[in-house]
């Protein structure tokens, strides 16, 4: 089955700076990449996901970038608010199969942004 | 419009004890998925309807773990004979169609095992 592996498990920065979160995975077929950002005693929500077929999306201060090759994606959050501390999490379907929606997920990563 | 909402948001139960989880799912969304959630860790995928049926359940950690959907939109996980090592947050999520898209989570049932 699938395998993702998320880095780092927590980050903290300066009110301004810019954060990035990396997930590698391991099944090469996967083509569906979602980002889900979770606040405390809240469900996960999604803030953006790439498909395969494209190397980078951006969303105003939240971009995500794709490495096929190397079976990596990552988050990059520019210009990082307090309202951004959350739990984020990586995620990825298998790549083949009959349950294309069953998500693997990343340990989850930590962010604390400092005012 | 109303997103997925879960019910009890919390449930206390003794070991040994059954329970039920209750997930509503959004209106129209055909797909339904139930996953759990430890501290400190990602969820962690349980079962997926697509429609009134199971097509993937290979999550279910043994067979004191059930879930229906006996009308394609309201579903129950359903735990018996409950064991300390259950205690989790149960999260349930839907998709329009079922493929590699948005899922969207309700809020979760945190489940206490004593």
């Known amino acids: 089955g699938e395998n993702v592996e998320q880095h780092p498990s927590t980050l903290s920065v300066q009110e301004g700076d810019s954060a990035v979160i990396k997930c590698t995975y391991s099944?090469?077929?996967?083509?569906?990449f979602p980002w889900y950002k979770q606040e405390l005693g809240k469900g996960p929500q999604l803030i953006i996901d790439?498909?395969?077929?494209?190397g980078e999306k951006k969303d105003q201060r939240i971009a995500v970038t794709l490495n096929k090759t190397a079976k990596h994606f990552s988050l990059h959050i520019t210009e990082t608010q307090p309202e951004d501390s959350a739990v984020y999490f990586c995620?990825?379907?298998?790549?083949?199969?009959?349950?294309?929606?069953?998500?693997?997920f990343g340990q989850g990563t930590i962010l604390t942004v400092h005012p | 419009g109303a997103g997925v909402s879960q019910t009890p948001s919390n449930k206390v139960t003794e070991k040994g004890k059954y329970v039920e989880l209750r997930c509503d799912p959004i209106s129209g969304h055909t797909a339904l998925y139930w996953y759990r959630q430890s501290l400190g860790q990602g969820p962690e995928f349980l079962i997926y309807f697509q429609g009134t049926g199971a097509a993937d359940d290979s999550g279910l950690p043994n067979d004191r773990f059930f879930a229906v959907r006996p009308e394609g939109s309201v579903s129950t996980l359903k735990i018996q004979r409950t064991e300390r090592g259950d205690s989790a947050v149960y999260l349930c999520?839907?998709?329009?169609?079922?493929?590699?898209?948005?899922?969207?989570f309700g809020p979760g049932t945190r489940l206490l095992v004593l």
């Open positions: 995620a990825a379907p298998p790549g083949e199969g009959t349950s294309y929606g069953k998500l693997t």
């Open positions: 790439i498909r395969s077929n494209v």
């Open positions: 099944d090469s077929a996967s083509n569906y």
């Open positions: 999520a839907s998709s329009q169609f079922g493929g590699p898209e948005t899922q969207y």
